[in-house]
């Protein structure tokens, strides 16, 4: 039992690490206007040579043994990881970090997976998961209401927060397959320096790429810690107690990150953080989608693709 409780505040402590992160990219990008495409690769590419460099041996392995087919599905995944992920800390600087976590990683990523699991696994629904469902879309429909004029919000970020959740959604159905070959540290470190490669490269073809001064270049790379520190504490919960009581443990980062915010702003009032329109009803979209992913996972212990979250390896990688 005691054991139970160690890893299940380690993962803990993960929602925690993605809460803090997904407010420092807020500030990265809000505050020290840092360019979206170095917010989006550099601290990627960091994180996966952090964690490449950790387990060196498993790492080298894991590069010989891919293939030129594994390579082939690595190249495709990380293309889908890098649209995600620019995505997510794009809404990130447009509607604000909590509004994005209760969107996305703390609700919808978690339904696409079930879905795309229903479909491309041929994994079945279950009752409690299409209740679960149900619950997670009523919740991101209370994130998304404005009650002063009895209407929804569904600007470019919003769209941006659910689509890259339906983006690392698929990558997490992909990542599982190469997961049966291959070391999941491995491979989520690859993910990341890959993913953050075809980004930087990508911006820079295109000219988009602004480089910032010695100041913005040191908190580029302090970003990078966040990925590591989350997908390691991530993923030592998974073996310990398990896909689903991790992934509705880490859920807890959407509300996680309003706390975060709201410290943030205790100490520095005048930080240029954005909280959701209504704080309370986002609040309570976020505890009532929360509930459905807690029912998605209820009892099914079969479906291991639900936690293995990029948002949990990154991040949602």
Do not use: H
Request: glycine share 12%; hydrophobic share 55%.
């Amino acid at each position: 039992m005691d054991l139970r409780r160690t890893y299940i505040g380690v993962v803990l402590a993960s929602a925690l690490v993605v809460a803090f992160e997904s407010v420092a990219i807020e500030g990265a990008l809000r505050t020290a206007d840092l360019n979206i495409f170095l917010v989006s690769s550099m601290p990627s590419i960091i994180g996966g040579a952090i964690l490449l460099g950790l387990f060196p041996k498993s790492s080298i392995e894991c590069v010989r043994r891919l293939g030129a087919r594994g390579w082939g599905s690595m190249t495709v995944l990380c293309c889908i990881v890098a649209a995600g992920v620019f995505m997510w800390f794009d809404s990130v600087g447009r509607i604000g970090a909590s509004k994005e976590a209760i969107l996305g990683g703390g609700s919808s990523e978690v339904l696409f997976v079930v879905m795309l699991s229903a479909i491309f696994l041929g994994e079945r629904l279950k009752r409690w998961e299409i209740l679960g469902s149900l619950m997670i879309i009523i919740g991101v429909f209370l994130v998304l209401a404005n009650a002063d004029t009895l209407s929804f919000t569904l600007g470019l970020g919003e769209m941006e927060a659910i689509l890259s959740s339906f983006l690392l959604a698929v990558s997490i159905v992909m990542i599982t397959v190469l997961l049966k070959s291959y070391n999941l540290t491995a491979i989520s470190g690859l993910e990341l320096l890959i993913s953050g490669s075809f980004l930087i490269v990508f911006g820079s073809v295109l000219g988009l790429i602004k480089w910032p001064d010695t100041d913005g270049l040191l908190l580029l790379v302090a970003l990078g810690a966040f990925p590591a520190v989350g997908l390691l504490t991530y993923n030592a919960g998974l073996p310990k107690i398990g896909a689903s009581l991790t992934s509705v443990l880490f859920a807890l980062n959407g509300i996680l990150t309003v706390g975060v915010q709201l410290l943030v702003l205790l100490l520095f009032p005048d930080a240029d953080i954005k909280l959701p329109e209504i704080l309370g009803l986002a609040l309570l979209g976020g505890m009532i989608a929360f509930s459905g992913v807690y029912l998605l996972n209820r009892g099914s212990g079969v479906n291991e693709t639900k936690g293995t979250g990029l948002r949990g390896a990154e991040g949602e990688i």
